[in-house]
């Protein structure tokens, strides 16, 4: 079974700093999977990506096959950007569920 | 699309009554899955579909968990009898398959919050 490292598990930052979340993972995988948790529980896919690099507004997400590594950052963060972020992974073999991290909880300050 | 539509949002029951959680998925989509997040455990799977059929239940904690799929439009989660220790919160999601392989980017449901007393 996969395991599906997260680091931080908890990161407090200002407004504006840039954000770095990591995710590290035992067995090969298929995909992985960037997940936003808000307070009051929905839960959003923010990236779906198996190699490089994805880039959507201030959100990036690079992932290593070689290494098993996966980071999400947060550019020029903002108190709106505060969440609980997970990390899931397909342990590839086709078909399967996920498996996911622990999650970081996110707060930014104004 | 309405996404991926869950209900209840919230249940509150004794222990030993039966429960029943329903989902909708997006329309198209292949793959089914219901989740389960507890403070303890974080997000687990309990049991995911694909075309309507159990793919892996190996998740569902127990015999008193079961779920079905009856059509592409509709899954129940059913816990009977239930027990304080299910208190969580169940998720359902679902997804495009791609080819073969399920990685499809998921969407999630907005989530039953249970509380069993």
């Known amino acids: 079974k996969n395991e599906v490292e997260q680091s931080p598990q908890n990161l407090t930052a200002q407004e504006g700093e840039f954000i770095t979340i990591n995710c590290s993972y035992s067995?090969?995988?298929?995909?992985l999977h960037w997940l936003q948790q808000h307070p009051g529980g929905g839960i959003v896919s923010l990236f779906m990506l198996s190699s490089g690099k994805k880039k959507h507004g201030r959100l990036i997400a690079t992932i290593n096959i070689q290494e098993k590594h996966s980071s999400l950052h947060i550019t020029a963060s903002h108190p709106r950007d505060s969440a609980v972020y997970i990390c899931a992974v397909h342990s590839g073999g086709g078909a399967d569920g996920l498996t996911f991290g622990k999650g970081t909880h996110l707060i930014i300050q104004p | 699309d309405a996404g991926v539509i869950q209900s209840p949002r919230h249940e509150v029951t004794e222990m030993g009554q039966e429960v029943t959680l329903r989902c909708k998925p997006i329309s198209g989509h292949d793959y089914l899955f219901w989740y389960r997040q507890t403070m303890m455990r974080g997000l687990e799977l309990l049991i995911y579909f694909n075309n309507n059929v159990p793919i892996d239940d190996s998740g569902m904690p127990e015999d008193r968990f079961s779920a079905k799929m009856p059509n592409a439009s509709f899954s129940t989660l059913k816990i009977q009898p239930s027990e304080p220790r299910d208190s969580a919160v169940y998720f359902c999601?679902?997804?495009?398959?791609?080819?073969?392989?399920?990685?499809?980017?998921?969407?999630f449901g907005e989530g039953s919050r249970l509380t069993v007393l």
């Open positions: 999601a679902s997804s495009q398959g791609t080819d073969s392989a399920n990685t499809g980017e998921l969407f």
């Open positions: 067995v090969g995988i298929s995909a």
